[in-house]
T-cell receptor
């Protein structure tokens, strides 16, 4: 069975600085997707970034980028130029290539200080 | 505007009551999901549906039941609520072949059973 581990329950960063959130996963599959979701307080969870395992190039979305290390089964999220609106719970998630079931980590609460 | 809605957002009820959590989406998505999220914990899939009259149990055992009579509507029912059902319930939807089956989440219902 696949598992997702987020070892940082809480992280903090100063506005305009860069922060990296860690995620490791365990799987015996070769084809899968990895995601980072953002859940602001009392607001809807939204997809931040997606990585397909067959792609070697790391995904980027504006200020958000990932460091995908397939052999090490590591999938970290880097947030550059942090903004107050980035404060939220961030969940790392795994999905097998041929299913729709998401497997989530326990989340990292990110605080952003002015 | 296409979206996914959940009502109520907050619910406090007594033990033994029957409750239904509503989830509706206006995006025409064929797939819908229910997740359970305890405070500070990861999301666990409890039910999913791939279309009208199709429902399946997820990875986490749940005493709740679901129905899918209309494409846009996926309600979750607890026949007799207990304190152990206290949690946040998140609904999501997706459509095959769009953005790698990306799941869109509702705002959640926070349920407290006294």
């Amino acid at each position: 069975a696949q598992t997702v581990t987020q070892s940082q329950p809480e992280m903090s960063v100063q506005e305009a600085e860069t922060v990296t959130l860690s995620c490791t996963y365990d799987t015996s599959e070769s084809d899968y997707y990895l995601f980072w979701y953002k859940q602001p307080p009392s607001r809807q969870m939204i997809l931040v970034i997606r990585q397909e395992a067959y792609k070697q190039q790391n995904a980027t979305e504006n200020r958000f980028s990932v460091n995908f290390q397939k052999a090490a089964k590591s999938f970290s999220l880097k947030i550059s130029d942090s903004q107050l609106g980035d404060a939220a719970m961030y969940f790392c998630a795994y999905r097998s290539y041929n299913t729709d079931k998401l497997i989530f980590g326990t989340g990292t609460r990110l605080q952003v200080f002015p | 505007e296409a979206d996914i809605y959940q009502t109520p957002r907050y619910l406090v009820i007594g033990t033994g009551k029957k409750i239904t959590l509503e989830c509706s989406q206006t995006m025409g998505h064929d797939k819908m999901y229910w997740y359970q999220q305890d405070p500070g914990m990861e999301l666990h899939l409890i039910h999913y549906s791939y279309g009208v009259n199709s429902t399946e149990k997820g990875d986490l055992s749940s005493e709740s039941t679901v129905s899918r009579i209309r494409t846009e509507h996926f309600p979750l029912t607890l026949e007799s609520a207990r304190p152990s059902h206290t949690s946040q319930y998140l609904c999501a939807s997706s459509v095959a072949g769009v953005n790698h089956n990306e799941q869109f989440f509702g705002p959640g219902t926070r349920l407290t059973v006294l």
